[in-house]
């Protein structure tokens, strides 16, 4: 019911807006939970377990309850604190978790049959049969028992992620908080302050008390007027800092697009990283509840969300309104319902000396045991030593005194200490490097204390970091004592509920410790207490008092669970945010792309890059066909494929060959210049980790080429070499391969081509095979490497990029009109497997030098990397899986890649493998299947037959086992 | 003769303003690695004093003097961004020709530290990253090399082939800023 009064509501902003179907107003400045009070909405909720009905029970994003949808299909978000959605017109929020309404849930059923539903019962209960779990029980009581769901449909609303730094991070806007940004600020130093709320202020807003003469809130408006201007200061309103990592970075959500229409490129929340030099906790203190019988009743509330929906948002949460504490906060309360106008039932204090001069049926010493309704609280039960009196009410507020909200500063393992004074855990100094508590959350809870310890903490983080600093004149506001007698559950039967949102009672907890699980984790996990979206914020010391009282210990000793990040939920969306779609991966092009694109090539991912398949031409139906006829213009005319993805290295320096010398097995100080070698280069383990060619362009330069997949790992590794193990050698090397397009010009047609291009032709004598050099064409300077992946004689082609699409749509059309055309991945795999070239397949990682036949290009004339590990026993042996060649010779001419090979007539099981097929391609050259692979002792074994089983694709057949060059074994056509 | 046609990294993808930020591609200039040979960084700094009337930058740090900068590039290396590098610095460094290699973006306009903010975690204050500051960093998913040229100005260099990829996140974030500021 709305009051009157100057709360922070513009009340000439009427907003609309929908709960479960019907349209309420209310103004700009409501929360959905206090535009619903105002509207006399209590039940808004339904409980996780036994879908009890839950009204609303603070004001602020530690509610356990009032969770409820808001928005639509791709724009859906569950589990929606109504303490802190602010309403705009048009907003359309449901409850969740009941069925068909929620004023009448089938599933409340579940709250007849509590006594079987306690802690771990189904642990107990679904046991047998064992198969049942997974596929029955547990499905039926995840839908029976939950929260919001998402919709299913993709995600409509943007996110975003982004970094900030300063020199003084603020975490928290009450008095403490105020004042520590406003002495940083004023210092000089870069302050953020990030405050959850809509507004600066925290409790300021909702408490009726004064700072420097004036309405605390007025001041604090004040303080966030001058914040705000000052330039050296960052205000996040909206910002929940949710958790403390490492080197003074804090995680923090900020709801963007929460409180409004989504517009168009807005992000619905953003995941920020903060840096911070020094960090001044202020979050604060959480009040929490009692625990007596039913306390869970739609009407019964926080004593300080009461007093803040009075004060802040003219509301009245009840028309006849009882008051129940164990602090001096309850008075507060009562006073404040008094000065707005409401009535005020009852006001129970269980401290037996306490006192009250408000007009009001005071009950000293006295306790709340019970309350009576079902939809909405309709009376409560009051005992006293004397006795028990009924009294009707409509809402009642509890306190059970305050928690400091400590939990940053314990996201780093710290443990917080016990003071008993307060009856709560205090932060121990240091437990986050850099982060200073202050104020509430440090256990101090006057205003004038607050506001203190605010600009002392910011005094400390300013010296720390080298600024001047002096205390700020301090307002005047009240100092008084917190006085607080712990009552953590009121004696009784029937259940009283501490973790609200997981719907844990007293019994559980006390059920837990009596099955001896007395850890406060153990209980914890059995229960469920403190496990729910809220992660038990207003009731996990409650709870864990509990359990020390009843396993006989104190609640020091018993201790509390861990305190993890996020300290509010943050939606995996916004952690991930940019990272849907394009924003997944880099893209990385070739400067042919657009072209093999436009030429309908299906393109295929090799590492980022993007590479083409193959180019199909009119009539063709299967990739097959496209890739016989590009085979056919590498064997018999001319074929252009872009190879720009290789990694390209240019290496430069006096001690570049003898450089090269330790990174590769065989030798490269000798190469001459204008000359081309292939190499290979072994992990430390003494395994393959890369081959490909090297150029050497002066004596002191050489260009060296990698496989597309190795490219950034060989960068990686020489800079290992050269900065760990030779770091005498005078040696620089950087990576061009984006510097260079580069083509493979392939087939008997090459040199035609190319002499059609180049400024100065060539010949045989002056580019022999393995031949390098710089060209240019039409005045671009670039570089020719006569090399060959296809067994051709061929060439690679390298101009600037900047001109490789042009020299790429040149090569195309001159090499058509020889007959050729371009050719793809599919194709340039055929052509290397014809000719036993080997790439990762084979190089998997697994194999040695001497696995692949290449022994003897490990130098005996020197040392180089993996030589010693290469040599190992074991390495050498002649049984080991070695490559061969293979070609079906079955009725099934199929090879298949990762069919694993026995011995013709062997059964085909694991112990009788012999080996595995790791290339496969029909050769429309050769007009049959080839594969290559590796066989046990398989070099000495060429020429028998042996049977190919692949148990995934259900094919077999056998082959014939040969040597892996196929075609042309003496290198006669790329030599020619 | 057959005459081969320059493509700019970006072409067809820039110049793209949205809000109050602009991201343009400039005229493709000469790119040079230049790389100290050991024992030669004394020497190149004078070679490269006398050649180009550039300082030889520290780590984080660029010098500029008559439309060419020399970009502190990692580790041991500086990038001569704007003119072909003087065949004299051979005697004394490694250099290579980058001018094809990468994508030189330059993002400006009041909100643009804002819109970098949502993609690198680089400190851009301007006590940590004044004007003439640099850094190779990240820019969401790839490395690239930040520098900032004026008060709201930043150059960034990154992969020429990721190019569509530094344009689209780039412009992702900007549409962000552009929404964000418009309340």
Known sequence: MRIDGNGLINRAKPVSFQFDGTTYQGFEGDTLASALLANGVKLVARSFKYHRPRGILTAGSEEPNALVTVGHGGSQDPNVRA????????????????????????????????????????????????????????????RAAGLGAISGEPITDKYERAYAHCDVLVVGSGPAGLMAALTAG????????????????????????????????????????????????RVMARTSVTGAYDGGTYGALERVGHHCEMRDGLPKECFWRITAKRTVLAAGALERPVAFQNNDRPGIMMASAVRAYVNRWSVAPGKSVAVFGNNDSAHDTAADLLAAGVHVCALIDSRPDATTTLDVPFYAGAQVSGSEGRKELEAISISRASGTDKVQTDCLAMSGGWNPTLHLACHMSGRPDWDESIAAFVPKPGMVPGLIAAGACNGVFSTAACLGEGAGAAVVALEAIGLQADMPKMPVAEDRDYSISPLWAVAGKGRAWLDFQNDVTVKDVKQAAVENFRSVEHMKRYTTQGMATDQG???????????????????????????????????????????????????????????????????????????????????????????????????????????????????????????????????????????????????????????????????????????????????????????????????????????????AVAGPKARELLNGLLDAPIDGESWPFMACGDMSIGGVNGRLFRISFSGEHAYEVAVPARYGESLFAELRSRAEALGGGLYGMEALNVLRIEKGFITHAEIDGRATAFDIGMQGMMSKKKDFYGKGAAARPGLLEDDREQLVGLKPTGVVKQLTAGAHLYRDGAEPVRVNDQGYLTSVAFSPTLGTYLGLGFLRGGRARHGETVKMVDHLRGIETTCEVCHPVFLDPNGEKARD | MIELVAK???????????????????????????????????????????????????????????????????????????????????????????????????????????????LTPLDMRDRAFPVGATARSEVFHMQASITRMGADSWQIIGFRSMAATLVHDLTRAMESMAARSQR
């Open chain 1, 83 to 142: 303490t802190t959605q602010e309403i705009y017109d048009g907003m359309d929020a449901r409850s969740q978790n009941r069925w068909p309404s929620l004023a009448h849930d089938v599933l409340a059923v579940n709250d007849l049959g509590a006594p079987f539903l306690g802690a771990g019962f189904y642990y107990k209960t679904f046991m047998w049969p064992k198969a049942f779990w997974e596929k029955l029980y547990e499905p039926i009581i995840r």
């Open chain 2, 8 to 118: 700019p990294p970006c072409e067809g993808l820039l110049p793209v303003t949205i809000g109050t930020v602009t991201l343009s591609e400039p005229d493709m200039a000469p790119l040079t690695l230049i790389a100290p040979m050991k024992g030669k960084e004394v020497a190149l700094a004078k070679a490269m004093q006398t050649a180009h009337k550039l300082e030889w930058p520290e780590a984080g740090a660029t010098s500029g003097a008559n439309g060419a900068a020399l970009v502190w590039f990692g580790r041991a290396q500086a990038l001569l961004v704007g003119v072909a590098a003087s065949t004299k610095l051979n005697a004394h460094a490694a250099v290579a020709d980058q001018s094809d290699a990468w994508a030189r973006v330059v993002l400006e306009g009041e909100d643009a530290r804002e819109v970098l903010a949502r």
């Open chain 1, 186 to 233: 004023e210092a000089g130093a870069d302050v953020i302050i990030a405050e959850e709320d809509s507004l600066l202020g925290g409790r300021l807003l909702s408490e009726a008390g004064e700072i420097d003469g004036m309405p605390a809130r007025d001041w604090a408006n004040e303080v966030a007027i001058r914040l705000n201007a000052m330039s050296n200061v």
């Open chain 1, 537 to 743: 914020k207003n009731y996990n010391v409650q709870a864990l008092a509990v359990l020390a009282d009843a396993t006989g210990r104190g609640i020091p000793e018993t201790g509390t669970t861990t305190y993890r990040p996020p300290f509010t939920p943050v939606a995996i969306a916004a952690m991930a945010a940019g990272a849907e779609d394009k924003g997944f991966a880099p893209e990385r092009f070739t400067t042919s792309h657009r072209l093999a694109v436009k030429a309908g090539a299906p393109m295929i991912e090799a590492g980022l890059w993007y590479r083409p398949s193959y180019f199909p031409v009119k009539g063709e139906t299967h990739w097959r066909q496209s890739c016989d006829r590009e085979v056919g213009y590498v064997r018999n005319a001319v074929g252009i494929a872009d190879v720009s993805t290789l990694g390209k290295i240019d290496i430069k320096g006096p001690d570049a060959a003898a450089f090269l010398d330790f990174l590769y097995t065989n030798m490269f100080s000798s190469l001459k210049v204008g000359r081309v070698r292939y190499g290979l280069m072994l992990r430390e383990d003494g395994h393959v980790m890369d081959d490909g060619t090297t150029a050497r362009m002066a004596d002191d330069h050489f260009v060296m080429t990698t496989t597309t997949a190795a490219a950034g790992q060989v960068m990686q590794h020489m800079e290992l070499v050269s900065q760990g193990m030779r770091r005498g050698m005078d040696v620089r090397f950087t990576s061009v391969t984006e510097h260079w397009a580069q083509f």
